[in-house]
Nanobody, 115 residues
Framework: VQLVESGGGLVQPGGSLRISCAAS????????MSWHRQAPGKERELVAY????????NYANSVKGRFTISRDDAKNTVYLQMNSLKPEDTAVYYC?????????WGQGTQVTVSS
């Protein structure tokens, strides 16, 4: 069971970035996929989650209207499209898969929003 994030990097305030999480080793379509983030000195927080295609995703208030989570079950991949990025979005972003017996975290990808 493995999750591998990619796509992080440095972006200017107001910019956009899409990060991805590729899954393997389990039946991807059966699990809830989510993105979390952890900034230096802060606790890890839930950013967004999606249960299955066709079901409305859920977002933290801090990212609602700016971030979009989506999943491609054919590619075993979940995405996070981040628009109108702010310096306070700077964090390590982790994907998570949940659905018995799966409970797995990726290694994280750094997103830095700075001019």
């Amino acid at each position: 069971v493995q999750l591998v994030e990619s796509g992080g990097g440095l972006v200017q305030p107001g910019g956009s970035l899409r990060i991805s999480c590729a899954a393997s080793g389990f039946t991807f379509s059966r699990v809830v996929m989510s993105w979390h983030r952890q900034a230096p000195g802060k606790e890890r927080e839930l950013v967004a989650y999606i249960s299955s295609i066709g079901v409305s995703p859920n977002y933290a208030n801090s990212v609602k209207g700016r971030f979009t989570i989506s999943r491609d079950d054919a590619k075993n991949t979940v995405y996070l499209q981040m628009n109108s990025l702010k310096p306070e979005d700077t964090a390590v972003y982790y994907c998570h898969a949940a659905g018995p017996p799966v409970d797995t975290w990726g290694q994280g990808t750094q997103v830095t929003v700075s001019s």
